[in-house]
């Protein structure tokens, strides 16, 4: 039964972060005009799809779904960023993707302590995850650029790829707390 609660989970996480990779993400402030109201954020669904799924169906299938992804990208469907296939190894980016794995199991390893239905400790844990998946993803650049794998400089890649998107992912953390908050009471996930 374990078995099959793990691999549901697993594949609702997976569609989560395939759909959360198509949905731009945009914040609404209330109190301006509607044209002007809709701020766009330069980020995706993605990464909060993934820490979603690791919040509520926990580490493993979180994992698994991180690595059914990754490995679906390799092989020629388009469902990274940029396109996918085995090319995609040898771009700055694919060390944020090898990030997703990380991050999930920290997400849904933090998401089983005591504090799980407290609304700011499961927007700490989305927090933590992609604090996780950045760090993951500048390792990786740091190694990149040290061995000559890019035109661009250390910097230009690490302001590209991890500090412009920062912003827009922890913005998204509280989003995804409630909505984690939502689904685990929704489930009976104590």
Same mark, same amino acid.
Request: glycine share 12%; aromatic share 8%.
């Given at each position: 039964m374990r078995a099959l609660v793990i691999w549901?989970?697993?594949?609702? /996480? %997976?569609?989560?972060?395939?759909?959360?990779?198509?949905? #731009? &993400?945009?914040?609404?402030?209330? /109190? %301006?005009?509607?044209?002007?109201?809709?701020?766009?954020? #330069? &980020?995706?669904?993605?990464v909060p799809s993934l820490l979603l799924s690791a919040l509520v169906c926990g580490p493993r299938a979180a994992v698994i779904a991180s690595v059914a992804y990754i490995s679906i990208g390799l092989f020629h469907l388009p469902v990274f960023h940029g396109g996918g296939s085995f090319s995609y190894l040898g771009t700055p980016s694919f060390g944020y993707l090898t990030g997703f794995i990380p991050a999930a199991w920290l997400t849904g390893r933090l998401a089983q302590r005591i504090y799980i239905n407290d609304l700011l400790y499961l927007t700490l844990c989305a927090c933590a995850g992609v604090v996780t998946l950045q760090l993951w993803g500048?390792?990786?650049?740091?190694?990149?650029?040290?061995?000559?794998?890019?035109?661009?400089?250390?910097?230009?890649?690490?302001?590209?790829?991890s500090f412009a998107p920062l912003p827009a992912q922890i913005t998204l953390c509280p989003s995804v707390g409630i909505l984690s908050l939502g689904l685990r009471q929704i489930l009976f996930i104590e």
């Open positions: 549901s989970g697993a594949l609702a /996480g %997976l569609m989560m972060i395939l759909v959360g990779g198509l949905i #731009p &993400s945009a914040l609404i402030i209330p /109190g %301006l005009n509607p044209p002007s109201q809709i701020l766009n954020l #330069p &980020s995706t669904w993605q500048m390792v990786y650049l740091i190694i990149g650029s040290a061995i000559g794998n890019w035109p661009d400089s250390l910097p230009e890649l690490l302001f590209s790829y």
